[in-house]
């Protein structure tokens, strides 16, 4: 081998040796532990449903004039924290400054009162829109009839009784005797008074265990019935 020649295979096995200590990581690697080193984009967060209002309730949904009507509104977003309502009630149609938050009283409307409310959401210095739920009407309520017991009273004799009724709507009433019928027992249908001549005769009929069982109605419900037990004495 002449001198030349093995000058350049001395130099080619050098170059080798230095090629082969720059191999600590394969370039896939190192790519590998670039990506991770490097800082990650933020997650886009996910964005809060609007502030909305979805639905309200008026409870009770058939109210009397014996109610309170209370607003019960429904976020679209259920799980939304911090949040308070205000609150707009309006009675045929005109707004009621007297209302207090969630609601309103039953000494501020009347029987057949056509009610609806409107709600809006406020939180974190936002406001929605203001809702309107549907209106409901204000239903009759019953008259509340009172029977007092009667006292002791003689055969043959009169007997003078006072029914008493009254109703929330102020609707006139109408009193009735149920039974017994065809007796003689007469009452006042307008104030309740009754009247009843009772003889031996009638006794004997009915037994002595004797029950009047009067009614009243307002003309728009159901009629309201009581009953009362005669005591009976004997003249004779």
């Given at each position: 081998?002449?001198?030349?020649?093995?000058?350049?295979?001395?130099?080619?096995?050098?170059?080798?040796?230095?090629?082969?200590?720059?191999?600590?990581?394969?370039?896939?690697q190192?790519?590998?532990?670039?990506?991770?080193?490097?800082?990650?984009?933020?997650?886009?967060?996910?964005?809060?449903?609007p502030?909305?209002?979805?639905t309200?309730?008026?409870?009770?949904?058939?109210?009397?004039?014996?109610?309170?009507?209370?607003?019960?509104?429904?976020?679209?977003?259920?799980?939304?924290?911090?949040?308070?309502?205000?609150?707009?009630?309006?009675?045929n149609?005109?707004?009621?400054?007297?209302?207090?938050?969630?609601?309103?009283?039953?000494?501020?409307?009347?029987?057949?009162?056509?009610?609806?409310?409107?709600?809006?959401?406020?939180?974190?210095?936002?406001?929605?829109?203001w809702?309107?739920c549907?209106?409901?009407?204000?239903?009759?309520?019953?008259?509340?009839?009172?029977?007092?017991?009667?006292?002791?009273?003689s055969?043959?004799?009169?007997?003078?009784?006072q029914?008493?009724?009254?109703?929330?709507?102020g609707?006139?009433?109408?009193?009735?005797?149920i039974?017994?019928?065809?007796?003689?027992?007469?009452?006042?249908?307008?104030?309740?008074?009754?009247?009843?001549?009772?003889?031996?005769e009638?006794?004997?009929?009915l037994?002595?265990?004797?029950e009047?069982?009067?009614?009243?109605?307002?003309?728009?419900?159901?009629?309201?019935?009581g009953?009362?037990?005669?005591?009976?004495?004997?003249?004779?």
């Open positions: 081998m002449t001198s030349k020649t093995g000058v350049a295979l001395f130099a080619m096995l050098l170059a080798l040796s230095f090629c082969s200590k720059d191999k600590g990581v394969a370039p896939q190192q790519q590998t532990v670039h990506e991770k080193n490097d800082p990650q984009p933020a997650r886009a967060a996910v964005a809060e449903a502030l909305q209002v979805k309200i309730s008026l409870l009770p949904g058939a109210p009397t004039v014996l109610d309170d009507i209370s607003a019960v509104p429904e976020l679209a977003d259920p799980g939304r924290e911090n949040v308070a309502f205000q609150y707009q009630w309006f009675i149609g005109r707004e009621s400054l007297e209302a207090d938050g969630d609601k309103l009283g039953k000494a501020q409307f009347k029987k057949g009162a056509w009610i609806y409310c409107k709600v809006r959401a406020v939180a974190d210095g936002l406001e929605s829109a809702l309107k549907d209106a409901i009407r204000v239903h009759n309520s019953l008259p509340s009839l009172s029977l007092e017991p009667v006292k002791n009273f055969v043959p004799g009169d007997i003078q009784y029914a008493v009724a009254s109703d929330p709507d609707d006139d009433l109408t009193f009735e005797v039974s017994p019928l065809e007796q003689g027992i007469v009452i006042d249908p307008k104030t309740g008074a009754l009247s009843w001549h009772l003889t031996e009638i006794v004997k009929k037994g002595e265990k004797i009047i069982k009067i009614a009243v109605s307002d003309g728009e419900g159901e009629k309201i019935s009953t009362i037990t005669l005591n009976l004495a004997r003249t004779r």
